[in-house]
C-alpha cells in the first residue's frame, strides 16, 4: 500500500447538489484533487425510477472511472439509496462511498432519540435512511418525508422567506408542534436550506448536514487506508457537465461556495 | 388526397404537461387515436440547453414516426420554441406542429395591445413569441418572462394557495398593478394555474392558454387537409413513457382529465 495517493477523488451527482459535497470535501482536505460530474443533461433523478437511477449511476462510475479517480463518491442521496448495493457489486474492485453510511453515522453519533429525514422521493421510497439507523439501533425513532420542491426551489436560489417556510409547511408543518431531536438533511441540495430550517424550528431541532458528514467519513477512510494525497500537493478541480456549462456555471457558485472554474461538456450515452 | 385518414396524431412533451394538449383535442377532435409520448427519463426539458433540447426532440419523433401516425405536434412549448426550425428542416415530408404558431394566434384574435407571455427558461430565453407575434403586428407590447418554479409546483398538485401565489407574486408582482390586457400560458404545465392566476389579477387580465389554442390550430388544420378521422372512427388513446410508468401514470390524471389507461415504457437511446 503506497503511503499517499495523489489521484483524484471522484464525485459524482445527477447535477448541482454534490457541489456541496464537494465544498465540505475541498473544506476538510484542501489538499486533494477533485473531479466533479454533474449529469445535467437528465437532472434532476430524486423523482425517477429505481430502474432509470441504476442505469445513469452505472454510467455516471464508467465515466469516473475513465478519469483514473482513487475513490468514487456518489454524491446524491439519490443514487447512494437505490443504487449503491448495485454499483457496489458490479465494481466489487472499486471504492464507491455513499450518502447515507454518514449520514446515519451523524445520527448516531448525535444521540437523537426521534430524528425526521427529509430527502427526494426517491430517496424516502426507498427507505434506505430508516434501514441504515435502525441496522444500528433499533430504538431510534425516525420519520422519513419526502420534499420535492426544495431541489427546485434551491436551484431558484429560493432558500429563505415567505415561499421556503411556506413550503416547510407544508412538509414539515406537523412536526413544527412536535419537533424531533434532529433533523438529517438527506439531499445534497438542502444544507442551503440549513439557517431556514433552523429558524423554522426556533433552534429547538438540531440539524444535521450528510455533505459535511459525508465530507468528514471520506476524510477518515482516506486517513486510514492511507490513500490521502500528498501534504504537498498541489490540488485541482474539474468538472464536467452532461449538458452545455453555462446553466451549471451560472449556479454552481452558490453550491460550492466558490467559481467553479472549468467546466467540461462530456457525453455518457 | 384520402377523404378520411385514420391514423393517430402523435403527441409529445419531456412529461405530463402535452397531456393537456391530448386533453384538449380529445375535447376538440374525439373521433382522433391519439399516441402520446412523454420523455419521463429526461424530464424537464425546460431548463436545459439548445443543443440537448433539439437532440431529444428528433429522438421523440423518431419514435413517434415508428408508431405510423399521420401529423405531430410538439406539444411542449419549450420544444416548439427552440427545436421547431430544426424538426422541420430534418423531416420535410412530415407534418409536425408545434404550439408557438397557435399561442400567436390567439393573442392576434384576442385584440390584446400588451400581452404578458410567460413560460419555462428556455422558452422564454428563445424569445419565440416574441418574434412570432411581432412577425404579424409590431405595435403589440410583449413582456415575457420565465417562471420557472411553476412546472415543480404543479407536478406538486399545488396549482393554488398562499405558495402559488407567492410564487406569481415573484415572478408576475410588477405585472399586478399595471396590469397587460392579456396573459399567454406559454408552458403545457400552466392551464393548471388558469384559475388561480385570474384570480391573481382580480379577473382584469384575459388568460390565454396555448393548450386550447393549438388543439383548435390542430383541428382546423385537419379539416382544412382533409385529414380528420372518418365520424365512425373508434378512437384510441396510448401513451408511451421513457421512465417506469408508475409515477406518471400517477399523475396523469390531474393533467389529462381523466385515467390515462395503459401506458407502456419504450427506450429512445
Redesign the interface.
Known sequence: MKPFDNRPIGIFDSGLGGLTVAAALRRTLPGEAVAYLGD???VPYG??????IIRFAHQDVEFMLSRGVKLIVAACNTVSAVALDSLKRDYPDEIILGMIDSGVRAVIDSGAERVAVIGTRATINSDAYRRGIHAVDRSIRVESIAC??L???A??G?TGG??AR??FD?YLGRLRDDPPDALLLGCTHYPLFAAALADYFSGKVRILDSATACAAYTARFLEEQKMAARPDNTPSFGCFVT??P??FHRHATRFLGAPPGRVERISL?
Chains 1, 2 share one sequence.
Open positions: 445535467t443533461a437528465r423523482d425517477k425510477s429505481v430502474d432509470s420535492p420542491l431541489v427546485p426551489l436551484e431558484e429560493i415567505v415561499i411556506e413550503v407544508t449538458d452545455l453555462g446553466e450515452t
